[in-house]
């Protein structure tokens, strides 16, 4: 190279270029002579530290991959740590460092936030009416980062530039969680004899619904990616979830995907491109389930079959899952509901009163049964204006909004059949929802600030012409 090309390489790429490889020979090094891995995380932490405070957006595309690798575990006792709580906790320390405080305003401005504030006193004041206080104060502390978060994001990420960046970098977190459970022992589900995948998440059903969220945003990624190789790369992701979600093997994720194919095709098949769509999508379906049949079809018949229990009280105790949710569904949510309208039981106080010891597997009774109706409400106009948001930036017309338009499209649709999985299990408390809520926020204060700009643009033009018109009316005198 050079004299005068290594002159304007900037300083700062590279010393952190030469921290990174730095980093890795020491840990290299060191790996081979027994030293604590502790010492090895220290060295790379420090570089994360120095690329992150030059660079944000990458400690928010960290937190974004993490998500979908619930069970890395850095710490467990009465307060369990993961990589993700760490992450999420430094952000609020770059939120300060980096100054975008200054845009506190973009948080507040939103209804939203005080549906927020409310969900989150109704849960406050629910256990600290609760039988178990202790017991439930984590999930407290849970759900008030989870409505920090949202807050954060919305200070963190100011361009659909950074936007892009953390959706790729929750898809591949989402692909590394799907394909690690082949390098682990498979667990099995108590009644049958199926295999399931629950990825570095844990829970296979929360995990059939955080996968999701990530498909239509894997497809928004073929669509809106201008190199081919993008679109490959996004192919292969979306091919990964969707087999992903078919492995945990879970009911209400089956049911929810093809609700979530039949709106898109829906919402996808109108306009000029319909003809273009229905072209490509139908054939890639037949295969799609042609493959589906062919390498899943005894599994999931076998396992769908058990929904056959539900016509009456009687069948349902052949299956003991469907058993335990008609208990919660039918019998138990309306007595404790008429019991403690109000203010509910506490977050998962539930646990203590029904012989299964555990939660109701629906996300909607188990806020109403956790928080009353102080909680739920707040709780479904959270949910119903994070709809509206993510319906107006759909809505809006331009071409500066192309891509936010159809992240707020896939974001739509990924909620919805979220929402729909919910009916299942219970998410209230799962990181996935409210990162969900959390993008739906970011993506509409993206679209207000592109709006805001386009606005002031055509201001500026408009006094620039009047300004000339002045002139020609009124010429300088001499």
Sequence with gaps: MQR????????????????????????????????SKLFIAGIL???????????PWVAVSAFFALVPLESLFVFEGSITSTMTKLVGAYLVVLVI??????????????????????????????????????????FLISLWLSIILCFVLVLMIRDTKTLNIAIWALLIGGVISIISPIFFRF????????QRYGGLWGDQNEFAALLLVLIPLSVVNI???????????????????????????SRGGFLAL???????????????????????????????????????????????????????????????????????????????????????LGLRQIIFNNPYHYVTHNTFFEVLTGTGLLGFIPFILIIVLSW??????????????????????????????????????????????????SMAAVVFNLYRINTGNSHQSVNRSRNRDHYNDRRLTYPNRV
């Design 187 to 194: 667990g099995r589900v108590a009644g049958y004899e199926l």
């Design 223 to 249: 669509i809106t990616s201008r190199r081919n190789i993008y679109k490959i790369i996004s192919v292969a992701i979306s091919a990964t979830l969707i087999t992903g979600v078919i492995l945990t093997y």
């Design 4 to 35: 005068s090309n290594i002159a304007n390489v900037n300083f700062q790429y590279l010393l952190i270029f030469s921290g990174i490889i730095l980093a890795g020979l020491i840990g290299y090094f060191i790996g081979f002579n027994g030293v």
């Design 258 to 344: 093809g609700l979530m194919v039949v709106l898109a095709m829906f919402k996808l098949t109108s306009g000029r491109k319909r003809l273009k769509i229905l072209a490509i999508s139908v054939p890639c379906m037949i295969v799609a389930f042609a493959l589906f049949y062919y390498f899943f079809s005894e599994d999931i018949i076998a396992r769908m079959e058990t929904l056959k229990f539900l016509s009456s009280k009687e069948a349902v105790t052949k299956d003991a899952s469907l058993k335990a949710r008609y208990y919660f569904y039918f019998e138990l949510t309306p007595k404790i509901f008429s019991e403690h309208p109000i203010f509910g």
């Design 45 to 55: 932490g420090v570089v994360f530290l120095i690329l992150t405070v030059i660079r």
């Design 388 to 437: 509206k948001e993510l319906r107006t930036v759909e809505k809006a017309e331009g071409g500066n909004d192309y891509y936010l338009r159809y992240c707020a499209l896939a974001l739509e649709l990924g909620l919805l059949a979220y929402l729909f999985a919910g009916l299942f299990v219970s998410l209230d408390m799962n990181k996935m929802l409210w990162l969900t809520i």
């Design 97 to 138: 460092i980096t100054g975008s405080l200054r845009h506190i305003h973009d948080v507040f401005s939103s209804k939203k936030v005080l549906a927020m504030m409310l969900f989150g006193g109704a849960a406050t004041v629910s256990i600290m009416l609760s039988k178990d206080m202790s017991f439930s104060l984590p």
